[in-house]
């Protein structure tokens, strides 16, 4: 977004002139703040949606997972930041809602069981193959780094899979923890459907309509 690159260059300017930094130095700073506002501006947005349609703690439960764990792993990127923050803010609140209200009906715990060891199965798997997934403008080639992100990933989500199970478990005295479960495992399946070939396809498409529309505007 516009608002948020020149909100970004004039702090910026203003840090570089106080510790009379270089352009590049400059550059550094103004493009860690673009990062650093366009999260808090998702985070303002979704909990916005959240708390109006009633899935904000499940949209925030999505948001912090994927952010958390993409760090890692990469995943598919939009090509502009206005296309990324529409289609975050749209999968994220779409996962949100889904935990809230699509598969918010409780099984029996072995049940439950099974589909959070079949779907970590199959992240593992995702994991092992496609870990990390790098940007095509900064491609990963030290392999320091990227062994370095795939024992972070795999840590990571070997963590969300005890958190899940976890919730499920507690969801026997406490409901709300049912839908936590559920959204980390929505947040879960989203980050390695980017991490695949047919995600990022998608993404793609997705992406090129999203600017279309941008575009017409």
Known sequence: MIIIERL???IADKISLQLELDKDQNAVIAYGLIGILQVITLFIVI????HIFDFLYEALIVFFSV???RKSTGGAHAS?????NIISIMSISLLGA????LFNYHLNFYANLTITIFVYAMSFMVFYFRVPVDNPNKPIVKLEKIKRLR???FFKLTLFFLLTIASIKLASYYEGFYSIGVSIILAIIWQVFTLTKTGTLLLD??????NLILGKR
């Open 8 to 10: 970004a260059h004039r």
């Open 47 to 50: 909990s916005i949606f959240g």
């Open 67 to 69: 952010g958390f764990i």
């Open 80 to 84: 502009t930041m206005n296309a990324c």
């Open 98 to 101: 889904s935990a809230r209200y």
């Open 151 to 153: 024992r972070e990933s």
């Open 205 to 210: 498409k997705l992406d090129t309509k999203v």
